[in-house]
């Protein structure tokens, strides 16, 4: 796995139609819609934040994430509106020993139904495949949450199957959770 891919300085990853960059303050009302709306985390472990300086202060914790070599947060963004946040998707837990990322993502509410998440995740597969060499990309999903698998499975990922009350979650409590993958074979 090669993080200096990732870490060495903030990876900017495009596609005809998205970038995906760095999340900055000037991005908090955006990213302020996205934490403030219940119905964006309903199927995921993230308690919605309803205060603005909160989330200010979260947009801080993305850097100090990054810099602890631990978490990626990318700001989706339309190359015909390059400072207008669409969504968010992320890498996490790199581990090099079985070379795995698990990925996550979720987008301000008006731009669900659009193909935002799957081009993006498309996006983020060819980067954690082809430039940091993992081998396993991952995600974890609520069995109720249908709109997550479908990006998922246009993507090539694979039901590996479900974990009975086998996690908790913050706000969810300890839940079921369905595993998709994809190898780097299989890409």
Known sequence: MNLEAVF???????SEHFVLKKIEELHLDEVFEIYNNDKVFEYCGIIPKHN?????NMIGHFARDYNKKSRVKWGIFANAEPNRLLGIIEAVDFNQ???IVTIGYFLVEANWGQGIATEAVKILLDFLFMDVNVNRIQAEVMPQNETSKK???KNGFIKEGALRQATL???KGIIDIEIYSILKEDY
């Not at 060495?8 to 495009?14: A, R, V």
């Not at 603005?52 to 200010?56: E, I």
Request: aromatic share 10%; proline share 5%; glycine share 4%.
């Open 52 to 56: 603005k300086d909160t989330v200010k």
């Open 151 to 153: 990006v998922l499975l």
């Open 8 to 14: 060495e300085q903030f990876p900017i990853l495009t």
């Open 97 to 99: 020993k079985v070379n």
């Open 169 to 171: 979650w913050a706000g």
